[in-house]
């Protein structure tokens, strides 16, 4: 079945460090992956998405490539600030269907300054 | 800017009881979902609606489960006899379209309700 993989956290970085969050994916068919962000005592907001293989989707700095032939889809940020911490939520939806998402474990985010 | 807003934001009941979690979806939105998380595990699907219908539902979303959209604003799940492995937090999403080609439709999330069954 369909199923996504993220790095372990929690990953706590100082202020203006490179972060990369690893995720990858099983998949049929060529599914759409998303990006989103849990600040405290929010909701789930979509970061970034890509809906198909070599897309690159950005937002706020951070940019996740769409591999299909590693099946993956890193996280990635050259400079991160404080305001960053938060939970990461790697997904996708199949294609087709009614596209509910399959999301990973999610990846705490902790920046210090 | 439109959000998904959720009522209550932190539910405690006990095992054996119902619970009716609300939510508010997007005005114009057609599609609606509820997610839920259990505390350190991953957020996973339960059930979509549109049209008046469940489109999908995952295994989760048993018999004690059930969804309904009562009045054209509100989308409700209710948890008939809730047990202990109920706890979690709870929540919805909606989408404004489905476009099948693309397979792609962005959801938008509420902040959630927390649930805890003593």
């Known amino acids: 079945g369909n199923s996504v993989t993220q790095m372990e956290g929690p990953v706590t970085l100082s202020e203006e460090a490179f972060l990369t969050i690893n995720c990858t994916y099983t998949a049929t068919g060529y599914p759409s992956l998303f990006w989103y962000v849990q600040y405290p005592g929010e909701g789930l907001q979509l970061l970034l998405k890509?809906?198909?293989?070599?897309d690159k989707g950005s937002n706020k700095g951070f940019e996740a490539t769409y591999r299909k032939e590693t099946t993956s889809f890193h996280l990635e940020k050259g400079s991160v600030q404080v305001s960053d911490s938060a939970v990461y939520f790697c997904a996708l939806t199949r294609s087709g269907g009614y596209n509910k998402l399959i999301f990973g474990a999610g990846t705490r985010l902790a920046v210090h300054p | 800017e439109p959000e998904v807003t959720q009522t209550p934001s932190h539910q405690v009941t006990q095992m054996g009881q119902e619970v009716i979690l609300r939510c508010v979806p997007i005005?114009?939105?057609?599609?609606f979902y509820w997610y839920r998380q259990i505390l350190g595990q991953k957020v996973e699907f339960l059930v979509s609606?549109?049209?008046?219908?469940?489109?999908?539902k995952s295994e989760i979303f048993d018999d004690q489960f059930s969804v309904e959209r009562p009045d054209g604003s509100n989308f409700t799940l209710k948890i008939r006899s809730t047990k202990l492995e109920d706890s979690a937090m709870y929540f919805c999403?909606?989408?404004?379209?489905?476009?099948?080609?693309?397979?792609?439709?962005?959801?938008?999330f509420g902040p959630g309700t927390r649930l805890t069954v003593l």
């Open positions: 999403a909606s989408s404004d379209s489905l476009r099948m080609r693309s397979s792609y439709n962005e959801q938008f």
């Open positions: 609606f549109y049209n008046n219908e469940i489109s999908e």
């Open positions: 005005s114009n939105h057609l599609y």
């Open positions: 890509a809906t198909k293989a070599d």
